[in-house]
């Protein structure tokens, strides 16, 4: 494996509400980006959602952490992958805020 993808995204919901929408905007996530990756397991844990998925015949795993004012996206991911998630911060980071907007 290699080193980690880390992304973290600001946000002024506190916990309770950001894991709230988190949980709300991570099925549209999965639907919506389906030919890019499957979703094996996600277990939350407090205000921790850990998972594992696989992509482009690629198995990794990764973290979500809710702290009050930020979200902490960490994935590790096999050599291949990490070679091309640099290119998907942007819209890792886009998503995230996306479901972290005020509405």
């Known amino acids: 494996m ?4 880390i ?3 600001p946000h002024r919901l506190g916990k309770a509400e950001a894991r709230r929408r988190l ?3 991570l099925g549209s996530v999965r639907t919506g980006y389906s ?3 499957t979703v094996r397991e ?10 594992d998925f696989a992509a482009m015949g690629q198995s990794a795993s990764g973290i979500i952490d809710v702290e009050e004012d930020h979200v902490r996206l960490e994935v590790t991911l096999p050599w291949l992958l990490a070679k091309l998630a ?3 911060v942007p819209a ?3 998503e995230g805020t996306k479901m972290l907007e005020k509405k």
Do not use: C, Y
């Open 35 to 37: 030919h890019l990756f």
């Open 86 to 88: 640099e290119r998907f």
């Open 92 to 94: 890792i980071r886009n």
């Open 2 to 5: 290699s080193k980690p993808l």
């Open 23 to 25: 949980q709300a905007g």
């Open 7 to 9: 992304v973290s995204i």
């Open 42 to 51: 996600e277990t939350w844990t407090g205000d921790q959602l850990r998972f």
